[in-house]
């Protein structure tokens, strides 16, 4: 959090304390453990208040967690992380511009590779095509991951997709939700906006300095938490199920794909995962329309390539590959 991050005693006491959740430590069994005095254990207690914590505390002197926060912070994420690289160098922050421009400037500086910036809430973030991105505080995900890929700048749009897919397998293993990828990288809940992926990247002729993938979750939001414009087009996870999950294991569980996945797109591209890129598909075999800047096409969408380029059939039998662009389902055909 940008205001008052956990600090290393607080996180200390914490390691301390969740191991045993609703028991009641004495502040003088806290204090000889952690060598300090009893004044900067309550402090550390009341940082891990700010920060959401819950304890009950007694007349004598005696603290137990009771409940832990579901926020994106840095000692719960690691606390759910199961990965070797990503997601390991965190920087949390409960409200910012947008994650992916802090992430391009700390990948400037070189930071490692699988960094990730989070957010409890974002004032301006970023969709693709220039558009806003619906960021309210405590109820999605907001995360950039700082990459550095050794391909080319052409192969780029891939890891949108493979991203897609991690996505797309992380929410569907979560209650068996029935997950749609909208290529290139829009996944849906019954036809509607769940997750985007806003892909940006630093590059030069053939050479990439690197890349941030900005991953936007609608988690918990209630239906009449988005803006009138915005409900028709989008939902959530819990406004579709009804459930409230928590945010932090999707992001260690997403975290945890994303690692695999990237890892076998820095050998082999897209080949491994093109049979899930087909799976999630919710458009190929329908009518769609695609528009790129102000034209449109229209025609069928029949194959997504190992390149991650759309196939389309056109008027006459013609068909035809696309790298990018934003496509509207007109006809169901399957
Ligand atoms: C889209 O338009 O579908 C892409 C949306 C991407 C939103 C995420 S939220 C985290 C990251 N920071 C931003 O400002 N945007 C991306």
Known sequence: MNNKPLDELSDRLLEIIRKRKNHFHTLKYLSKKLNQNEKEILEAVSLLKENGYI????????????QIPDRLIKAEILNHLKTNRIGKNIHAYRTIQSTNIIAAQLAQSN???????????QTRGRGRFGRNWFSAMGRGIYCSIILYPKIS????????LMTAVSLADTMASFKSLNVKIKWPNDCLLNGRKTAG?????????????????????????????????????????KAETGIEISRVKLLADFLKNFEKDYGNFNKTGLTKIRNRIIKY??????IISLKQKDNYITGKA????DDGHLVMELAGGIQKVFNAGEVTIIKTMI
């Open 55 to 66: 304890f009950r505390d007694n007349d004598n002197k005696e603290f137990s967690l009771s």
């Open 197 to 237: 992926i806003l892909t940006e990247l630093s590059a030069e002729i053939g050479h990439i300095h690197y890349v941030v993938v900005g991953i936007g979750i609608n988690v918990n939001y209630a239906r009449e938490d988005f803006p009138e414009d915005i409900a028709k087009r989008a939902t959530s996870i």
């Open 153 to 160: 700048p052409a192969q780029a749009p891939g890891i949108s």
């Open 302 to 305: 029949i194959d997504i390539d």
């Open 111 to 121: 930071v490692p590779e699988g960094t990730i910036v989070v957010a409890e809430e």
């Open 281 to 286: 598909s919710s458009i190929i075999g329908n």
